[in-house]
């Protein structure tokens, strides 16, 4: 089955300080990848979209600044958290699809970011 | 827009208890449905899925079936295991309105006791 990988799965990092989180789709070309941002207890909020190529389209909300996502090639998609403060603090997930026709999509075993 | 309802949890119940967790949803075209389970620490993985209305979905002894009469997408299982506690997510993604953008429910968090 497809396999999507995220690394880290766990960071700490300190208040101001930046850190990128990667998302590969291990044995299919991912046209479009999926970042969403988890709090405990609570369901998946969709932060951006992600097309090989081209620009991310983030949500509303969102902000474009703090969360550079870069999509270089067909199995990588990267998640930049710059000058991440203490409220960024989350569970951090990433979703890839295959198929530009396909609704299914799978997910990445999430990053636990901790910001200190 | 479109949504996804679901029961609120947590659930919590006895090995071999029947299970139930109701999902409903709003949507302005024809969407694809789905439940997902998040193991305590893990990602999301798809348990099943329907793509279209009278559609079952069916996967380790979960079934979920489709009916679009009712906006629903009720999740079963006949016989739970300790092994089943998890987070469960109902979804849709839903072309007409999202693009291929998934929307989720809530969770529902279910507690299975030995």
């Known amino acids: 089955g497809a396999v999507v990988s995220q690394h880290p799965s766990w960071v700490i990092c300190k208040s101001g300080t930046s850190v990128k989180i990667e998302c590969r789709s291990l044995?299919?070309?991912?046209?479009?990848m999926f970042w969403y941002r988890q709090f405990p207890k609570q369901s998946l909020m969709l932060m951006a979209t992600s097309n090989e190529g081209s620009k991310a389209t983030y949500e509303q909300g969102v902000e474009k600044d703090k969360f550079l996502i870069n999509h270089a090639s067909l199995t990588l998609s990267t998640l930049t958290v710059t000058s991440a403060h203490p409220e960024d603090s989350s569970f951090y997930i990433c979703?890839?699809?295959?198929?530009?026709?396909?609704?299914?999509?799978?997910f990445g075993p999430g990053t636990r970011l901790t910001v200190t | 827009g479109d949504s996804v309802t679901q029961m609120e949890g947590p659930v919590t119940l006895s090995e071999e208890a029947f299970l139930t967790i109701n999902c409903t949803y709003t949507a302005t075209g024809y969407p694809s449905l789905f439940w997902y389970v998040q193991y305590p620490g893990e990602g999301l993985q798809l348990l099943l899925k329907?793509?279209?209305?009278?559609d079952k979905g069916s996967n380790k002894g979960f079934e979920a079936t489709y009916r679009k009469e009712t906006t629903s997408f009720h999740l079963e299982k006949g016989s739970v295991q300790v092994s089943d506690s998890a987070v469960y997510f109902c979804a849709l993604s839903d072309p007409g309105t999202g693009g291929f953008k998934t929307i989720f429910g809530a969770g529902t968090r279910l507690f299975v006791k030995a």
């Open positions: 329907a793509t279209k209305a009278d």
């Open positions: 979703s890839a699809r295959g198929s530009p026709d396909s609704y299914e999509q799978y």
């Open positions: 044995d299919f070309q991912a046209t479009t």
